[in-house]
Nanobody, 111 residues
Framework: QVQLVESGGGLVQPGGSLRLSCVAS????????LGWYRQAPGKERELVAF???????RYGKSLKGRFTISRDNAKNTVYLQMNSLNPEDTAIYYC?????WGQGTQVTVSS
């Protein structure tokens, strides 16, 4: 059974950057696709980025160029590099794999 543990969230000023990490266990990591989603207060959960087993990527609308998803199969970890953050990026960010969600990590963008 897959388990996902996110980290790296926090408070950042507008224009700043954060890197989120998600460590997966219980699976043969390199065989699975993974994604990052986010949910802001009062809004539906939405796709942020997705990465395939051969590291092909896709992004939610308007996020490509600011956000970059990557994976390190040796560390069973998927990353989300977030740059040029703005208050609209404030949300809980969740890692996703095989119908399983992590517990989420809070990202708050505020001055």
């Amino acid at each position: 059974q897959v388990q996902l543990v996110e980290s790296g969230g926090g408070l950042v000023q507008p224009g700043g950057s954060l890197r989120l990490s998600c460590v997966a266990s219980g699976i043969r990591f390199s065989f699975y696709e993974l994604g990052w989603y986010r949910q802001a207060p009062g809004k539906e959960r939405e796709l942020v980025a997705f990465i395939t087993t051969d590291s092909a990527t896709r992004y939610g609308k308007s996020l490509k160029g600011r956000f970059t998803i990557s994976r390190d199969n040796a560390k069973n970890t998927v990353y989300l590099q977030m740059n040029s953050l703005n208050p609209e990026d404030t949300a809980i960010y969740y890692c996703y794999c095989e119908d399983t969600w992590g517990q989420g990590t809070q990202v708050t963008v505020s001055s």
